[in-house]
């Protein structure tokens, strides 16, 4: 009896944290996918190198009822709401939304999304960037769920060698990264890339 009623008392917790934010639980969709500064180490030199203020991003998706950022972090994984925004800089996020979000992600469309993240739930994090499936980073993460379960491409894919490298900032992250031999040609998908695509909507934030 004791573990439903802590159950209950969580659930409630969370929801009553979730209110004092700008978007409130009940707002979000699946799909939507949710944008924040981090603070993670590589976070100023993600900024630096896209023009963005924001280095990390997730997509929401519900489960039992509430939402979860399914991100890429230590591993793709799915991380309460509240959790994820606390992470980030100043507790301050961004909301965007599929432009046709009400005529495509219902039914098995919704399924085929959440199927997909369930493919590659688990992965580790990568942290040299790399087009593949073996590990996984954030903007890479969202921008293949997409693709792979609704044949939509949000963002524009690029070369590394088309980032602004040339801030102290960002020479030294790739330097203690790749040492001497930078992949300037590796096909990448920035936070900035999928913020900034056509096909989404501001639901909050920006």
């Known amino acids: 009896m ?13 929801l009553i944290c ?17 944008f924040q500064q981090s603070k993670s180490p590589q976070s100023l030199a993600i900024q630096k190198a896209t023009g963005s203020k ?21 591993k793709v994984r799915y991380t309460p709401l509240n959790e994820w925004i ?13 432009r046709n979000a009400d005529s495509v992600l219902n039914g098995e469309m919704l399924s085929k999304l ?15 960037f790399e087009w593949s499936d073996s590990r996984i980073y954030c903007s890479e993460l969202v921008w293949k769920i997409y693709e792979r379960s609704l044949g939509i491409e949000i963002g524009r894919l ?10 102290p900032v960002v020479r030294k992250a790739l330097l203690k990264r790749f040492g001497k031999k930078v992949p300037l040609n590796e096909k990448v998908i920035t936070p900035a890339a999928i913020f900034n695509s056509r096909l989404l909507v501001t639901v909050d934030g920006g």
């Not at 959440?114 to 040299?128: F, I, N, Q, S, V």
Request: charged share 25%; aromatic share 8%.
């Open 2 to 14: 004791i573990t439903p009623i802590i159950r209950v008392l969580a659930l409630l917790f969370s």
């Open 18 to 34: 979730l209110t004092c934010f700008p978007v409130l639980a009940a707002d979000l969709q699946d799909g939507d996918i949710v």
């Open 54 to 74: 924001y280095s990390h991003v997730g997509i929401v998706i519900c489960r039992s009822g509430f939402p979860q950022v399914f991100e890429a972090a230590d």
């Open 86 to 98: 606390r992470r980030g800089v100043g507790g301050k996020y961004a909301v965007k939304r599929l």
């Open 114 to 128: 959440r199927r997909t993240a369930e493919e590659l739930r688990g992965k580790p994090y990568d942290p040299y």
């Open 158 to 167: 690029q070369k590394l060698k088309e980032m602004n490298l040339t801030s």
